[in-house]
């Protein structure tokens, strides 16, 4: 399928962490073919750039910039301090998804791999033959996990921790920080719920204000957040993107705000994490949260907390035994011990070396990696920058590409009204999206193809007729 047109854009202004100046820029059209321009990092709407048909790919260079556009593939290349990004190839040979299902919902749930699939089933299998599973299979595959989700947010793997849930690893964070009263504690308005409910509760067990950062009427959750964050301010939870629409937020910035005014810094990287660069050492949070089966495309029930070094000797919220000190000994485990297992390894839920679950994590987070992230932001923000040209066709609207995530996007339909029956009348032709909010999340991912893209719009035609 050849797209005729397409925003090469959305993916990052030159703020985005750890990329340096003007990484991503906007090309021009044709006519103007050697002058890049940073309108994104801006705020403007960006230019279209039109391909041409099969057999003329097109490129425009400046430096070292290259973009190419042809029928098989979109490869869009900027290479910045060792930096390089590229199209994917479609991957649904990966996934068991039929032809005619259209699924375009990640950030609801990631579907599981072949390879994912098949190393949950080897786990069980293992399970039940006890008999060969060995003490080093409580630890070894666990410390692969750390190690690949590590490299995925830019930190150490020292610094991660195996946790069942986001919530569970915003208790963890919650615990450790310190709140006076009278202090301030920054969410997002609309924000997921287990963030909401942990620092609601912090607010009313230690006395202080929860402050809500409203929906900023432009889109701009960067601008709306650091005007909320003051001296006052003990900490401020946040997203990489806004969990209904793909709002995105400049978390480098934030970051050198929050240190600024001496807040702690907890984000929730559940829908972003694998499909938006991050650079923990860019944006230096205190803590990050991430579940595992959305962008990560693992499996329910496993996740990850990311603790900065001077978090790294709290209290965790649980005191089980594998996270002591030689806990590898199994002999001596009578040996009581007072002390941790090094890094945020304190900070593990207990059963943390479930033999079927890390196994299939651990096999997501290898292809993750094997694709790249960077390379998966860029696919994913030029199909999604095709469907929000389409979606304005029909009268619906979403944020500006320079203020959304590029593998993010929600449409909003006009006077903010979504209509009835409209996700089942979706599903009923198998083409499944989500509502959150006023906001129709189409999160799609490197399975979906141009017909599944088409199937979406022509049922949504039928909806809206």
Same mark, same amino acid.
């Given at each position: 399928?050849v797209?005729?047109?397409?925003?090469v854009?959305?993916?990052?202004a030159?703020?985005r962490a750890?990329?340096?100046?003007?990484?991503?820029?906007?090309?021009?059209?044709?006519?103007?073919?050697?002058?890049?321009?940073?309108r994104?990092?801006?705020?403007?709407?960006?230019?279209?750039?039109?391909?041409r048909?099969?057999?003329?790919?097109r490129?425009?260079?400046?430096?070292?910039?290259?973009l190419?556009?042809?029928?098989?593939?979109?490869?869009?290349?900027?290479?910045?301090?060792?930096?390089?990004?590229?199209?994917?190839?479609?991957?649904?040979?990966?996934?068991?998804i039929?032809?005619?299902?259209?699924?375009?919902?990640?950030?609801?749930?990631?579907?599981?791999?072949?390879?994912?699939?098949?190393?949950?089933?080897r786990?069980?299998?293992?399970?039940?033959?006890?008999?060969?599973i060995?003490?080093d299979?409580?630890?070894?595959?666990?410390e692969?996990?750390?190690?690949?989700?590590?490299?995925?947010?830019?930190?150490d793997?020292?610094?991660?921790?195996l946790v069942?849930?986001a919530?569970y690893?915003?208790?963890?964070?919650?615990?450790n920080i310190?709140?006076?009263?009278?202090?301030?504690?920054v969410?997002?308005?609309?924000?997921?719920?287990s963030?909401?409910?942990t620092?609601r509760?912090v607010?009313?067990?230690?006395?202080?204000?929860?402050?809500?950062?409203?929906?900023?009427?432009?889109?701009?959750?960067?601008r709306?957040?650091l005007?909320?964050?003051?001296?006052r301010t003990?900490?401020?939870?946040l997203?990489?993107?806004?969990?209904?629409?793909?709002?995105?937020?400049?978390l480098?910035r934030?970051?050198a705000?929050?240190?600024?005014?001496g807040?702690?810094?907890?984000?929730d990287?559940?829908?972003?994490?694998?499909?938006?660069?991050?650079?923990?050492?860019?944006?230096?949070?205190?803590?990050?949260?991430?579940?595992?089966?959305?962008w990560?495309?693992?499996?329910?029930?496993?996740?990850?907390?990311?603790?900065?070094?001077?978090?790294?000797d709290?209290?965790?919220?649980?005191f089980?035994?594998?996270?002591?000190?030689g806990?590898?000994?199994?002999?001596?485990?009578i040996?009581?011990?007072?002390?941790?297992?090094?890094g945020?390894? $304190?900070?593990?839920?207990g059963?943390?070396?479930?033999?079927?679950? @890390?196994?299939m *994590?651990? !096999? &997501? =987070? #290898?292809?993750? /990696?094997?694709?790249?992230?960077?390379a998966?932001?860029?696919?994913?923000?030029r199909?999604?920058a095709?469907?929000?040209?389409?979606?304005a066709?029909?009268?619906?609207?979403?944020?500006?590409?320079?203020?959304?995530?590029?593998?993010?996007?929600?449409?909003?339909?006009?006077?903010g009204?979504?209509?009835?029956?409209?996700?089942?009348a979706?599903?009923?032709?198998?083409v499944?999206?989500?509502v959150?909010?006023?906001s129709? $999340?189409?999160?799609?991912?490197l399975?979906?193809?141009?017909?599944? @893209?088409?199937r *979406?719009? !022509? &049922? =949504? #035609?039928?909806? /809206?007729?």
């Open positions: 399928m797209i005729d047109q397409v925003d854009v959305g993916i990052a030159s703020d750890g990329l340096g100046e003007n990484v991503w820029d906007i090309f021009r059209p044709a006519s103007e073919t050697g002058e890049v321009i940073d994104i990092a801006k705020g403007s709407r960006p230019p279209r750039w039109h391909g048909r099969i057999g003329e790919a490129t425009a260079r400046t430096g070292g910039d290259l190419t556009h042809d029928e098989k593939t979109f490869r869009r290349r900027k290479v910045t301090n060792g930096i390089s990004a590229h199209a994917i190839a479609n991957q649904r040979h990966l996934f068991d039929p032809d005619e299902v259209a699924y375009l919902n990640c950030a609801y749930m990631g579907p599981l791999m072949h390879s994912v699939v098949e190393a949950g089933d786990g069980v299998r293992e399970k039940a033959r006890p008999w060969g060995s003490p299979d409580f630890f070894a595959p666990g692969r996990a750390r190690e690949q989700f590590a490299r995925i947010i830019g930190g793997a020292e610094g991660v921790a069942p849930s919530s690893g915003l208790s963890c964070a919650a615990r310190d709140v006076a009263p009278g202090a301030r504690l969410v997002l308005a609309e924000q997921f719920p963030i909401f409910y620092w509760e607010a009313k067990t230690r006395g202080a204000s929860l402050v809500t950062v409203a929906r900023p009427e432009d889109d701009d959750w960067t709306a957040t005007d909320a964050i003051d001296e003990a900490s401020v939870a997203p990489h993107c806004h969990w209904t629409d793909g709002g995105y937020l400049d480098v934030i970051g705000r929050c240190r600024e005014v807040a702690v810094l907890v984000l990287l559940t829908q972003s994490a694998g499909a938006l660069r991050f650079d923990a050492g860019a944006v230096r949070p205190d803590y990050v949260v991430c579940a595992g089966y959305k990560l495309l693992g499996p329910y029930s496993l996740g990850f907390l990311w603790v900065a070094p001077e978090h790294r709290g209290r965790p919220i649980e089980n035994w594998i996270a002591r000190a806990s590898e000994d199994f002999a001596h485990l040996d009581y011990r007072d002390d941790y297992q090094p945020a390894r $304190r900070f593990d839920v059963e943390r070396s479930n033999f079927i679950l @890390v196994p *994590l651990n !096999a &997501a =987070l #290898e292809q993750i /990696l094997t694709w790249g992230v960077g998966i932001e860029v696919t994913l923000a199909r999604t095709d469907i929000a040209v389409r979606a066709r029909l009268g619906l609207s979403s944020a500006p590409a320079a203020l959304r995530a590029g593998h993010f996007l929600g449409l909003r339909f006009p006077n009204e979504l209509p009835a029956g409209l996700l089942p979706l599903a009923g032709e198998r499944h999206v989500s959150r909010g006023a129709m $999340r189409v999160t799609p991912h399975y979906n193809t141009g017909e599944d @893209v088409d *979406l719009f !022509a &049922a =949504l #035609e039928r909806v /809206l007729d």
